[in-house]
């Protein structure tokens, strides 16, 4: 069924490279989102000022909220993991917001964009808690209290990237196609219901980017613990 | 006749998953919710704290009822057994 611009809900453009297939328009939808963060950081560390104003004084207001969070969750040794944690933030926030623009669609509402910052997380949990448990009483944690518990471990474990990709993508893209209907649905002269909803959608693009990285935090801080 | 049945199938199957859904969410929610307010009226310095915890849970709880919200969406504008 084709809906709102001619363009089917859920369909990608396609770009073939070497083989492989991409989804182009997402693509440039993350780069853009990587530009936009990469310019906020750039212009808001030029001329710093002790006590700061303007553009500064947002991104310190952001920077220090996650710095204390990562402080209580992650413990001392998170402040390595600070870089990542509040790239992660700052990019989910811009690449969530972007899709409220008129004309431009988020890069998270692919199911590609998340599962790949998913698995990323995860990934370096598993390898982070490698590390500093090392290899035996890693994988000897998976069966502990009991043997047969090995089962739950490993779907919880499996569970973890799972949800993470599958929270904020449905959360972004069910967003996305209720606007698209919205705007088919009511009437171009009272767009009541669709400002209610744009409002709604910028508070749920925050709390998603918040919540993967509370939970990218909250899984990375057990993996950096040395023993139970 | 397979299109009718397809398309019955599909129109009640997303009702009945966002309608699950919405209970699955109002009452999770509100169970959350119910016990955050309480915690605020007990102790107002820890307002804050409560309201972020409170903002998590929700979108915890909330992560496979969306999901099934879009399963419904889907069904219903993007069905793929109707090609």
Redesign the interface.
């Given at each position: 069924m084709e809906h709102g611009g001619g363009h089917e809900i859920g369909a990608h453009k396609l770009a073939h490279f070497a083989g492989l297939t991409f989804n182009i328009d997402t693509l440039y939808m993350t780069w853009l989102a990587m530009a936009i963060v990469i310019l906020i950081a750039y212009f808001a560390t030029r001329r710093l000022t002790l006590v700061p104003t303007g553009l500064q004084n947002a991104v310190e207001m952001i920077v220090t909220a996650l710095l204390d969070q990562i402080e209580a969750t992650m413990g001392p040794r998170g402040k390595k993991l600070a870089p990542l944690i509040i790239t992660l933030f700052l990019f989910l926030l811009t690449a969530n917001w972007l899709g409220l623009v008129p004309g431009l669609t988020s890069p998270t509402n692919d199911i590609n964009t998340t599962l790949g910052f998913a698995v990323m997380v995860i990934g370096l949990v598993q390898i982070l808690g490698i590390m500093n448990k090392g290899i035996k009483a890693y994988f000897k944690h998976f069966f502990e209290p009991f043997i047969p518990f090995v089962i739950i471990n490993i779907i919880e474990e499996v569970s973890k990237p799972i949800t993470l990709a599958f929270r904020l993508f449905g959360n972004i893209l069910a967003g996305e196609i209720l606007i698209i209907i919205l705007g088919i649905l009511v009437p171009m002269w009272i767009p009541i219901p669709n400002i209610i909803w744009l409002g709604f959608s910028v508070f749920v693009g925050l709390v998603q980017a918040f919540i993967f990285t509370m939970l990218s935090m909250s899984y990375l801080a057990n993996s950096l613990k040395d023993h139970h | 006749m397979e299109h009718a049945i397809i398309v019955a199938a599909s129109a009640i199957g997303a009702g009945l998953a966002i309608g699950l859904a919405a209970i699955g969410a109002g009452i999770g929610d509100g169970a959350v919710t119910a016990k955050a307010i309480e915690g605020m009226a007990r102790q107002p310095e820890a307002k804050g704290t409560i309201l972020v915890n409170m903002?998590?849970s929700?979108?915890?709880i909330?992560?496979i009822p969306?999901?099934a919200?879009?399963i419904a969406?889907?069904l219903v504008?993007?069905?793929p057994f109707?090609k």
């Open positions: - | 903002l998590i929700v979108g915890l909330e992560s969306i999901i919200a879009v969406i889907v504008f993007a069905n109707l």
